[in-house]
């Protein structure tokens, strides 16, 4: 079984969106083998922010990282994800 180290941003639907609200949901929506790392909330332009976070992921299943994304993406007020790295341990 191998580990994967990946960051994510997540773009809000707009610059209403809580942040916090989309970092506390994270630990209910991800699956199971994925923990997470680090969580920032930084900014992209014009007032709007992003979530970045850092994921640990347990290289268990084929289908582990969509599983990831669609739970990702599934979160209110996000309309965007992006794998931004990813490194094999």
Known sequence: MGR?????DLMPESIDV???KVVE???NVIPAGVKVIETKILPVAFGLMKVNV???IEDTSESIGGDL???????P???NIECVSS???
């Open 87 to 89: 490194t094999v341990l």
């Open 54 to 56: 850092g994921f640990d």
């Open 25 to 27: 949901a994270l630990r």
């Open 18 to 20: 809580d942040l916090e």
């Open 69 to 75: 994304e669609t739970a990702l993406s599934s979160i």
């Open 4 to 8: 994967i180290i990946a960051a994510y």
């Open 77 to 79: 007020g996000i309309e």
